[in-house]
Nanobody
Framework: QSQLVQSGGGLVQPGGSLRLSCAAS????????IAWFRQAPGKEREAVLC????????NYADSVKGRFTLSRDNAERTVYLQMDNLEPEDTAIYFC??????????????????WGQGTQVTVSS
């Protein structure tokens, strides 16, 4: 069964860091576009960042530029979302998503075939 399994997250103080993991099972992420989304209570889901399947473009939400980065470990079939200098406004459930051969141009709002189960990130003192 092809799926994405997320881990990481939790409670962190403002200014702290967290790393979320998104592990693929039955999927070779080498050829997939990857995206991270988040949904805060009472708000719509929003894109955090995404990278094209050809690795030629990475798009970031303005609110996370300079603080969040995406990395891949192809051998481990895992992608990571490194979140630094976290703010209370980053509190949300975070989701990873992937789609084969998807070429990303503007934004991150595309159709993704695979989704992680979501993980809670809470930024609070």
């Amino acid at each position: 069964q092809s799926q994405l399994v997320q881990s990481g997250g939790g409670l962190v103080q403002p200014g702290g860091s967290l790393r979320l993991s998104c592990a693929a099972s039955g999927i070779n992420l080498n050829y997939h576009a990857i995206a991270w989304f988040r949904q805060a209570p009472g708000k719509e889901r929003e894109a955090v960042l995404c990278v094209s399947s050809d690795n030629r473009r990475t798009n970031y939400a303005d609110s996370v530029k300079g603080r969040f980065t995406l990395s891949r470990d192809n051998a481990e079939r895992t992608v990571y979302l490194q979140m630094d200098n976290l703010e209370p406004e980053d509190t949300a459930i975070y989701f990873c998503a992937a789609d084969l051969y998807l070429i990303i141009m503007e934004g991150c709002d595309y159709e993704y075939a695979y989704w992680g189960q979501g993980t809670q990130v809470t930024v609070s003192s």
